[in-house]
């Protein structure tokens, strides 16, 4: 997937742009992305001072040496990348300078004629360049220089996918930074490159509300006012600006006002008055590429887990809450889906270890509910759902015999349940879980019942069209693999499928179009009368 660039721009000095960059592009990488940050903030640069403990040495050139390059004919983009060296980190961080620090760099810097070079064509090589890096990174944050100059407009027009602008409570401040995303907007429709409207994320920084709440509340609806139209582009039409300028709000907080550091490597999981947690919050919406802001408005929590959870490991692939009242079956239902090859925890009602750990062992959650939902398995499901909401994550109700559904409280009733019977037991019930979550043997061992089960699950879910077609595929192919007696083939394609039809929260999700029901229904028939000889 190609990358996105991003440029942090303020038009005023001393607004944390820097600080902001460099913490989010550690957050990024944390969450389990590939980050570049650059320096091209070329006559002050300082982003280096952020991550110079984690650099294996200094920088010997950087951002100003693409112009060499670009005399010389050379495309070496990448030359003076340094990596930042951060512990257990999923993701990886890298950092390109905008130069060495020699005592030749001021002269460098003065030397370049940016117009001249761009009538010498440049723009074409900063393309390359660009091409580059988006093909290596997942986000490229470019660390603009202040004002209005030609290389602010290489950093806000040319190069960004989105901007990022950092703006104080004063009005040079916010008035600057908006005029300047206008302008950004006009040029690049003068580019001669492919690029759609420029979506713009205004960030108040350094708001201090401890101290004059009543001022501080009259500056936040000045700056709404002033900012107000850069969210119309992006923002759901429902969530009202004011709720998001919240959310996009860095605190003042004036221990990290000293030097050049990283509270998010020490503030591992950060409470609502601290610095971290809103940084967690901007980088969040940079992860959901500034989109499900009605997720953010609901429930901020969920809206940072949903994007820290995507390479999150779990220790469970799901957890089975026990009621005391029928600990046999729970405990039959978990043998089966151990033999299944999924891993399970078990929580039982009373126990307390496990509710503080509800949204972080396991990533699917099932409620054997025997007659009602106890208070302690409520308390789970409001533990598991806080932090979840909007996720890749299933809650599962599993109701016993004699369980009526009509009887459970609100949204335990509105949910899909299985259902254990005499004729449907702990092992049929547990290979249902197992097509539910999409894990264990049951769907990557596939027997021939196994694939009818996913061709069945397959006709009930939305995906976006390119994933119905390999739907088609995998479905056209499976009645002559299987009547062929491949079963390593057969296996493949099972799996193959069951990652397909992994549940997705996508907008541009439809149902399986006419062509793709057929293949499936055609793939069922075949299948139902290998296994059952009718």
């Known amino acids: 997937m190609t ?39 070329l006559e002050a640069p300082g982003l280096h001072e952020y991550f110079r403990p984690k650099l294996d040495h200094d920088p010997q050139g950087g951002v100003v040496d693409l112009v060499a390059d670009f005399r010389a004919g050379t495309v070496r983009p990448n030359r003076h990348v340094l990596p930042v060296r951060l512990d257990n980190v999923p993701g990886t961080l890298d950092f390109l300078a905008a130069g060495g620090e020699g005592p030749e760099y001021p002269g460098q810097v003065q030397g370049i004629d940016w117009e001249g070079l761009y009538d010498e064509e440049f723009g074409e090589y900063l393309e390359r360049c660009r091409e580059a890096w988006t093909s290596e990174y997942d986000y490229v944050l470019l660390d603009s220089r202040t ?10 027009a040319h190069l960004p996918d989105r901007l990022v602008v950092l703006y104080t409570a004063n009005m040079q401040s916010v008035r600057g930074a908006v005029d300047v995303a206008r302008r950004a907007n006009v040029a690049r429709n003068a580019l001669p490159y492919d690029r759609p409207q420029l979506p713009v994320l205004p960030v108040l920084s350094r708001f201090d509300t401890r101290e004059e709440y009543d001022r501080s509340e009259s500056w936040r609806e000045i700056c709404l006012k002033e900012t107000r139209s850069l969210f119309d582009s992006w923002l759901d039409q429902d969530v009202p600006p004011a709720v998001i300028a919240r959310h996009l709000t860095l605190p003042y907080v004036s221990y990290w006002t000293f030097g050049e550091q990283l509270p998010v490597l020490l503030e591992k999981s950060p409470g609502a008055d601290q610095i971290g947690f809103a940084l967690e919050t901007v980088a969040a919406v940079i992860a959901h590429s500034f989109d499900r802001t009605e997720l953010l408005a609901e429930n901020r929590d969920a809206y940072v887990a949903a994007v820290r959870t995507r390479t999150q490991s779990f220790a469970y692939d799901i957890q089975v809450s026990m009621p005391r009242s029928n600990l046999e079956v729970s405990r039959e239902l978990v043998a089966e889906l151990e033999t299944l090859g999924i891993r399970v925890g078990r929580s039982l009602s009373g126990d307390r270890s496990w509710l503080g750990r509800a949204e972080t062992d396991a990533r699917h959650l099932c409620l054997v509910i025997d007659g009602k939902a106890s208070r302690w398995q409520l308390a789970e499901v409001e533990l598991f759902l806080h932090r979840t909401l909007g996720q890749d994550r299933r809650l599962i109700p599993v109701l016993t015999e004699g369980t009526d559904s009509r009887e459970l409280s609100g949204y335990l009733g509105n949910l899909r349940h299985l259902r254990l019977s005499a004729l449907n037991g702990p092992a049929k019930v547990a290979r249902s879980l197992a097509d539910e979550i999409g894990v264990g043997r049951a769907l990557v061992d596939t027997g021939q019942a196994d694939l009818v089960s996913l061709l069945r699950q397959a006709e009930h879910v939305r995906l976006r069209p390119e994933l119905w077609d390999l739907v088609g595929e995998f479905a056209g192919e499976l009645p002559a693999v299987v009547g062929a007696g491949d079963s390593v083939r057969a296996q493949e394609l099972g799996a193959d499928l069951a990652v397909v039809l992994r549940p997705r929260h996508d907008n541009g999700a439809i149902p399986p179009p006419v062509p793709v029901q057929k293949a499936l229904a055609w793939a069922q028939q075949v299948l139902d009368v290998r296994v059952n000889g009718n």
């Open 147 to 156: 004002g209005i100059s030609d290389v602010g407009s290489i950093c806000t």
């Open 3 to 41: 990358g996105v660039v991003i440029t942090f721009y303020s038009y005023k000095g001393g607004v944390g742009r820097s600080f902001t960059l460099a913490n989010i592009a550690v957050l990024l990488a944390r969450w389990g992305h590939r980050v570049l940050c650059i320096d091209w903030d």
